[in-house]
């Protein structure tokens, strides 16, 4: 059997070095046994998804140089592979699981949910909700149902007992089912949660491994589950570690920049940010630290990666980035990187007509855009003391023009 693994983003932001990180990994472990590498795209969140976003994605690894073997923009056997295209394909299986009893709807609002969720706390109850827990009576339920309320489509699952998921790296991993929710699969617009649609993608695509982020480890026993429903083979699970600030907090954007994009603009190199994901929990066995991506695919061993929490640290990111410039770039490829990265004809003509009417020599113009092409900007307090705004409302008008650009 061809081994085949999967990418699957959302296109609802900023693509994320995570999302590179985790596609390097399912990448080079396709190529590693000669199989195929998969690109999907999750887009049931209708209200944040756009078409943008998606490009971005497709943009930012093809500029990192991951590539795909089929996907939404290069086809293949296995499409669509947009899950917003896959409707008819979910409602059926869905539909499969309630005729035979593994799922049933549910009626309970949100307000009701926490109210139950109160219930379990008082009574010192520490566990989630199940299906006996969300039932209603006959009567109660047939009135709602007759009245076409809301529902959403939930999984049965134990109320108590181990459950044993196997995982490449760590082993058996056992978990509680009395932490395990009655899941919800169909959400009430009709749409499938990641767990359904995910489930039912990969054994649709023909997933062998799967390759992720080690916060879905909580949420294996529900795939597992749904692949004994269904009576498929389920792939072979990897729980990649995540990847972490300098304080060891996960990666968010609050304390590092987290978006591909923004290291593109900053001036940093693919090869340099591939390199530095790539020794994100992983090795060369001559432990050296700059490499390209042949170099790494030509030894790649899973088994390499450490699962001590990867430090995603911007100061050795540019440090190595730094490396790559004075070592792998000769005067005339800098030169070439230089302008495909801002100084060159288009950008000139975009920045010119905010700059020509500030100059009064040619020698003007590059202290009056050093900004622009800087990484960091020197902003304090003192900038805004034009404003006739309070220090409260300068703070709501920063926000609103950071939600703006995000």
């Known amino acids: 059997m061809s081994v085949r693994t999967r990418i699957a983003p959302s296109p609802t932001g900023d693509p994320h070095v995570g999302t590179a990180y985790i596609a390097l990994f399912n990448m080079c472990f396709a190529r590693q046994h000669g199989g195929q590498f998969i690109l999907r795209i999750e887009d049931t969140d209708q209200a944040r998804s756009t078409a943008v976003a998606e490009q971005a994605i497709f943009d930012a690894l093809r500029w990192l140089g991951l590539d795909w073997d089929e996907g939404p923009d290069v086809g293949g056997d296995c499409g669509p592979y947009r899950q917003s295209e896959r409707g008819e394909i979910y409602a059926r299986f869905a539909q499969q699981l309630l005729d035979d009893g593994h799922a049933f709807k549910c009626y ?56 044993v998921v196997q995982d490449m790296l760590r082993g058996e991993i056992e978990l509680d089912w009395a932490n395990v929710d009655a899941q919800v699969l169909l959400k009430s617009d009709g749409m499938p949660t990641y767990h359904l649609a995910n489930v039912v993608d990969d054994h649709e695509m023909r997933i062998t491994h799967v ?32 990847l972490r600030n300098p304080d060891k907090s996960k990666l968010s954007k609050r304390k590092n920049p987290t978006g591909i994009r923004y290291y593109e603009r900053a001036g940093f190199l693919p090869e340099a940010l591939l390199n530095y994901l790539a020794r994100m929990g992983w090795s060369m066995p001559d432990e050296r630290e700059k490499f390209d991506l042949a170099e790494m695919l030509q030894v790649f061993d899973i088994n390499r990666v450490s699962l001590g929490g990867p430090i995603f640290d911007v100061e050795k990111l540019s440090w190595l980035n730094g490396l790559w410039i004075r070592e792998s770039l000769d005067t005339g490829a800098l030169a070439d990187r230089l302008i495909e990265w801002g100084l060159n004809r288009e950008n000139l003509l975009r920045v010119l007509p905010l700059v020509q009417p500030r100059m009064e020599t040619l020698s003007d113009f590059l202290p009056t855009v050093a900004f622009l092409a800087s990484s960091k900007v020197g902003v304090s307090a003192d900038d805004f003391d034009a404003l006739a705004l309070d220090r409260a409302q300068q703070l709501e008008l920063l926000q609103f023009v950071l939600w703006q650009l995000e």
């Open 108 to 163: 309970r609002s949100a307000a009701e949910l926490d109210e139950l969720r109160a219930g379990l706390k008082a009574n010192g109850e520490n566990r989630a909700l199940k299906r006996q827990d969300l039932e209603l009576q006959d009567a109660e339920r047939q009135r709602r149902e007759a009245d076409g309320a809301p529902w959403v489509l939930r999984m049965n699952v134990p109320e108590s007992g181990k459950v």
């Open 211 to 242: 390759l992720r982020g080690e916060e879905w480890i909580n949420s294996a026993p529900k795939h597992q589950l749904l692949y004994k429903y269904f009576g498929w083979p389920m792939p072979v699970l990897c729980h990649l570690p995540l």
